[in-house]
């Protein structure tokens, strides 16, 4: 840890792999044992992503390694999409062998002294190295606000967050990860993913980048161990506007990867030739439907953009409203941020007013505001403004 951020160290390769090797990570075969195909999309980067109780890879199809930290990948970034077989403990057993920890992932040089005095607020003077202070430590910042908008000190960032209590997953895997170093402990930050969604249609587990996730893995009783610190809340966002069509859609595109990735060649043969016989008797009612949704869609899509500005034409209007009568006039091309704020009004309440206001006007996850709750925000406003006159 540099005191801004983390840095990568190097590590000792523990197992080097040959290419169209089936790779074993531990554990003896089972018959309740579950066989996956894990289909990676090109990337440009050369890690494998390891499932909890992997226990086999089979034919990995470019060279490899596994590293002390437990890193999984290849040689170099595979340039196409590429499909890993892999077989995983119905337990879900961990087989990935993890090196000891070494000087830097105990080091305390760059701990800043708010985590320590944070920790302090925790644990009182019963700083114990142990996992139940790991646990009341991990128990607080689950109390905190999941927020990726969040700002920071650029200079002081882990300070920064401790003060405002609300920050994305790194913020509290780091200030976990410190506070365990605070206490004799050693630990690091983990980066990878967790969780996936579920496709109803097509009866697999898809991986997206919103899943990617940073949590913290601490040194105790002999072993490394994975702690969380990041609130549920952060599971309630998804990008996905369109669930149903996305469930269809993602289960046509994984057939697709099936038949053209793990046929062989005369079963791909007779299916193209079944697929091209189904395609010409059905291309009139294909384009007759096609056409016809396609038609509803777009003028779904015209009413929603057309309601969206109406909205936020007639919001506007309101806020310029309030704004004159507190003595500010806004011109149409300027943003409300941009604008001086009101005389008298608290700063940090007109900056979280400006971050609902931005939220529900652009954050496809947010509800948009009603005129009702508009009016009731800004009389909100207007009593702080009172507030503040009455006691001067």
């Known amino acids: ?41 090109a990337s440009d980067h050369a890690f494998i992503f390891l499932p909890d109780g992997v226990k086999t890879i089979k034919r990995l199809p470019y060279r490899g390694l596994q590293d002390g930290h437990g890193d999984a990948y290849f040689n170099d970034s595979p340039s196409r999409r590429i499909r890993l077989l892999m077989t995983l403990d119905h337990s879900r057993n961990t087989f990935v062998t993890l090196a000891p920890p070494n000087l830097h992932e105990s080091e305390t040089r760059n701990i800043p002294s708010a985590v320590v005095a944070w920790v302090k607020t925790v644990l009182g003077n019963n700083h114990a190295p142990n996992q139940a202070s790991m646990l009341a430590l991990r128990e607080a910042l689950l109390q905190w606000d999941y927020d990726l908008n969040v700002r920071l000190d650029d200079d002081h960032p882990i300070a920064s967050f401790i003060q405002n209590r609300r920050g994305h997953c790194e913020l509290f895997a780091t200030t976990l990860a410190l506070a365990a170093r605070s206490i004799g402990l050693a630990a690091r930050v983990v980066n990878g993913y967790y969780g996936g969604e579920w496709n109803e249609t097509g009866q697999f587990i ?23 610190a990041t609130p549920p809340s952060r599971w309630n966002l998804s990008a ?12 046509i595109r994984l057939q697709w990867y099936r038949y053209v990735l793990e046929f062989e060649n005369d079963d791909r043969r007779a299916f193209f030739n079944q697929l091209i016989q189904w395609f010409r008797a059905s291309l009139p009612r294909l384009i007759f439907w096609a056409t016809l949704l396609f038609s509803v869609w777009w003028a779904w899509q015209l009413w929603l953009q057309r309601r969206s500005v109406q909205r936020f034409q007639w919001q506007l209007r309101m806020v310029d409203r309030w704004l004159r009568y507190h003595g500010i006039n806004r011109q149409p091309w300027q943003v409300i941020r941009h604008l001086k704020k009101p005389n008298a009004l608290d700063d940090e309440l007109w900056q979280q007013w400006l971050q609902d206001w931005e939220s529900q006007c652009y954050h496809p996850q947010h509800t948009p505001w009603t005129a009702r709750k508009l009016r009731g925000r800004l009389k909100e406003l207007d009593a702080a403004i009172k507030s503040v006159h009455i006691n001067q």
């Open 240 to 251: 996905v506007r369109f669930p149903a069509f996305d469930d269809v859609w993602e289960s």
């Open 206 to 228: 898809i991986m997206r980048q919103q899943e990617a996730h940073s949590w913290t893995e601490v040194w105790l009783d002999g072993r490394w161990q994975a702690m969380d």
């Open 1 to 41: 840890y540099t005191g801004r951020g983390w840095r990568r160290q190097d590590t000792v390769v523990l197992k080097p792999w040959s290419a169209n090797s089936t790779v074993q990570m531990g554990g003896k075969a089972a018959t309740d044992d579950m066989n996956i195909a894990v289909f990676r999309e």
